[in-house]
């Protein structure tokens, strides 16, 4: 066999193994979502917010019930291709979990847990802008990101989040465009 022939078909096989995964990819990011598995994962969702944003002296995502609203906008707001790899994340960060510690990842300890999200945080950006951009484009955006993005929106718009997270201003009086913050006060609710 001469090399002209190798290269060509080195190249065809990569040009249809590639072809191959990105019809897959389409086809599972496009598919109709399972939004029955999703809502049957929402003690995992409260899990999972608790853990970015934990409660302390003011309260966290659960008494926030961020859960719901994260159920909300993904089943109502979100697009089929979100909704598809939101769902696909939880699935594969419960794979990572029972593979890796042989546990869900609601009976995983506070360190293993940690230990989850740090890795779903690795792998879902890359080091160069131009690829996050491009992969947002073609697949959306990562499920940890997502998960995070969601969950900050969704405390910091509730009640508990608003009045006790953060510092609120029911009737704010008149504008000031740059108020410095006193030392160990809140960030404002309103701005």
């Not at 598919?31 to 002296?57: F, V």
């Not at 979100?82 to 042989?102: A, P, R």
């Not at 969601?150 to 910091?156: D, M, S």
Request: charged share 25%; aromatic share 12%.
């Amino acid at each position: 066999m001469d090399r002209r022939t190798t290269v060509k078909s080195i190249l065809a096989l990569s040009a249809i193994s590639f072809t191959s995964f990105s019809v897959f990819k389409w086809y599972d990011l496009h598919k109709k979502p399972d939004l029955n598995y999703l809502n049957s994962k929402k003690t995992l969702i409260e899990e999972l917010s608790e853990m970015i944003i934990p409660s302390t002296d003011t309260p966290g995502a659960k008494e926030a019930k961020v859960a719901d609203f994260i159920l909300l906008t993904v089943t109502n707001c979100f697009d089929v291709k979100e909704q598809n790899g939101f769902i696909s994340g939880l699935k594969e960060l419960e794979k990572y979990s029972v593979e890796k510690f042989d546990l869900s990842f609601e009976e995983c300890s506070a360190e293993n847990r940690e230990k989850i999200l740090t890795h779903f945080q690795g792998i879902g950006m890359y080091d160069h802008q131009i690829l996050n951009k491009i992969r947002k484009k073609i697949l959306g955006s990562p499920f940890f990101v997502q998960l995070k993005w969601l969950t900050v929106y969704g405390y910091c718009t509730s009640k508990p989040g608003a009045t006790n997270g953060l510092a609120y201003d029911y009737v704010p009086g008149n504008y000031e465009a740059c108020i410095p913050l006193q030392p160990n006060q809140k960030s404002w609710a309103t701005k």
